[in-house]
């Protein structure tokens, strides 16, 4: 199923937007946002959903959807799967069970009203919500023996640029210097990110200083050939944020993620205007509508949701073709060390998806679940190619059959 939100014509050769417009109406938003994301037209008979379980072993959470038909998805949950699987036990896997998964797309819909369940609207439920998406997804991929990115769009890149953080606040700006330098080193990336102020601190920095010093520190060590993201992590109010701000553009950083309180909308917005540099928002959202609020008022110009908080792949797919319409790139962040896994398949399928993508922890201690195993390589990981999550089965089985069932 290709549609014109599928179009790669307002994309330049080298993966860049064209002009952002200024005129899109809130009805094409819409319009975007309600396109059906979902392709299976490759399945012609009913996969009925007859079990889900969620299992624990060396340090990951994997739950695994099996049909009744005989076929299998697996995917992998956070960490936060230790606090939250009572909900998706209680109130979002009953929903799922005796379903046809080739309704995915209307079962998202379905399961956010089943039980009430719309009263514990937050990342918590969709979470949940995204760990029973990415098992279904990774079962229908493997019925049709094709990566997940082939039912969201189609595939249209293989590997995918990254930059590399520490997220470190208790480190002097040369601490911090040398550990970045380290992870360049390590992976090839042309491309940084630190932390500035104090996280949610109300203008405090983490250590006197810091953040100015690291800021102009930064560029004079690391060169002008490097890119330079800033995290705020919602430490400051409009005007100490613009400070700042006007500092990352004085070293032509890339872009300024999230400088006001997530939650603090108007007054990100009112940052935005005052800058230049490119401002990303969206890591706690999880709310479509409040999406369409950030990309319609141009509070943000990088659309930053997370693939779990804010309930897997078909609901970020309808930000990212909002997100398209107005010229904006899309560039998830990423929880848990299997995040970055979710990050490259969407990256796989969606046009406007940012020039970088985060190197999260996790690659070298689940790349035993892939053949090949993953890796980072000149700056960049390669999209995983077989069927599905593109997981190896014979090693992901092998650490079930020793696993603990949860739920």
Not at 98 to 105: Q, S
Not at 108 to 121: M, P
Not at 365 to 392: C, Q, W
Request: hydrophobic share 40%; proline share 5%; glycine share 8%.
């Amino acid at each position: 199923m290709v549609t014109k939100y599928n179009d790669l014509s307002y994309l330049h050769l080298d993966g860049s937007l064209t002009t952002p417009r200024s005129n899109v109406a809130i009805a094409e938003l819409d319009e975007a946002c309600n396109a059906p994301v979902l392709d299976v037209s490759g399945i012609s008979s009913p996969v009925i959903i007859e079990s889900m379980e969620m299992f624990f072993n060396n340090g990951l959470y994997f739950l695994r959807t099996r049909s009744k038909d005989g076929s299998e998805g697996i995917a992998v949950a956070s960490e936060r799967a230790d606090y939250l699987h009572p909900l998706l036990k209680q109130l979002i896997i009953p929903f799922f069970i005796g379903k046809d998964a080739r309704d995915l797309e209307k079962l998202l819909e379905g399961v956010y009203v089943y039980d009430n369940n719309y009263k514990l609207s937050g990342l918590a439920l969709w979470c949940c919500i995204s760990w029973v998406e990415a098992s279904i997804l990774d079962l229908l991929g493997r019925i049709v023996e094709k990566p997940i990115g082939a039912l969201l769009g189609g595939v249209i890149r293989s590997e995918v640029p990254i930059y590399v953080a520490s997220g470190n606040r208790g480190t002097t700006p040369e601490e911090e210097i040398e550990v970045l330098q380290r992870r360049m080193a390590d992976t090839g990336a042309k491309a940084v990110k630190f932390k500035v102020g104090g996280r949610m601190s109300k203008n405090a920095d983490s250590i006197e200083g810091r953040s100015e010093g690291l800021i102009y520190l930064a560029r004079k060590t690391l060169g002008d050939a490097i890119d330079i993201h800033a995290d705020g992590n919602g430490s400051y109010d409009p005007a100490v944020a613009i400070e700042y701000g006007k500092m990352l553009e004085e070293i032509n950083a890339f872009f300024y993620e999230e400088p006001c309180p997530f939650e603090h909308l108007e007054d990100t917005k009112e940052v935005a205007d005052a800058l230049a540099i490119p401002l990303a928002l969206g890591e706690q959202e999880t709310s479509l509508r409040r999406f369409r609020w950030i990309i319609d008022n141009d509070a943000a110009q990088v659309v930053q949701p997370d693939l779990q908080y804010n309930g897997g792949f078909i609901r970020n797919t309808r930000i990212a073709r909002m997100a398209a319409l107005k010229g904006m790139p899309v560039t998830p962040h990423i929880s848990s060390g299997f995040g970055y896994v979710y990050v490259l398949h969407f990256a796989s399928y969606i046009p406007n998806i940012g020039k970088y993508q985060e190197n999260k922890a996790g690659v070298k201690e689940t790349s035993a679940l892939f053949a090949p195993p993953m890796e980072v390589k000149d700056g960049t990981i390669a999209i995983p190619t077989e069927p599905g999550l593109g997981m190896d089965y014979i090693a992901v089985n092998s650490i079930l059959r020793k696993a603990h069932r949860i739920c």
